[in-house]
């Protein structure tokens, strides 16, 4: 199967930035959405920003203007590249790749999350 395989995170200072990345492992026929979520102490887990698989972008309000999500050229990666980071934005950050389907079986289609990586922002 399909496995999500993050890097990047880190500790910052506020204002400073990070990138996020995410690579796919395995035999893909397709990806319908891959992005990024994150989930703070204490909250639930909330979208960040995500891409289709026809580039089209979603984009957390609290986050837009600061955090730019990439893909279009390579459907089964997504970096997020996240300027001006606040100690708000401090989280566990999961990526997320929905409606995949597998050269292993053709008529499952499923989803799948990595295994979160930790950014924190210090004031």
């Known amino acids: 199967q399909v496995q999500l395989v993050e890097s990047g995170g880190g500790l910052v200072r506020t204002g400073e930035s990070l990138r996020l990345s995410c690579a796919t492992t395995?035999?893909?026929?397709?990806?319908?959405?891959m992005g990024w979520y994150r989930q703070a102490p204490g909250k639930q887990r909330e979208l960040v920003a995500t891409?289709?698989?026809?580039?089209?972008?979603t984009y957390a309000d609290s986050v837009k203007d600061r955090f730019t999500i990439s893909g279009v050229n390579d459907p089964y990666t997504r970096d997020l590249q996240m300027n001006n980071l606040k100690p708000e934005d401090t989280a566990v950050y999961s990526c997320?790749?929905?409606?995949?389907?597998?050269?292993?079986?053709?008529?499952?289609?499923?989803?799948?999350w990595g295994q979160g990586t930790q950014v924190t922002v210090f004031s």
């Open positions: 997320f790749a929905g409606g995949i389907i597998d050269y292993n079986n053709f008529d499952r289609r499923y989803d799948r």
């Open positions: 395995g035999r893909i026929l397709t990806i319908d959405v």
């Open positions: 891409m289709t698989r026809s580039g089209t972008t």
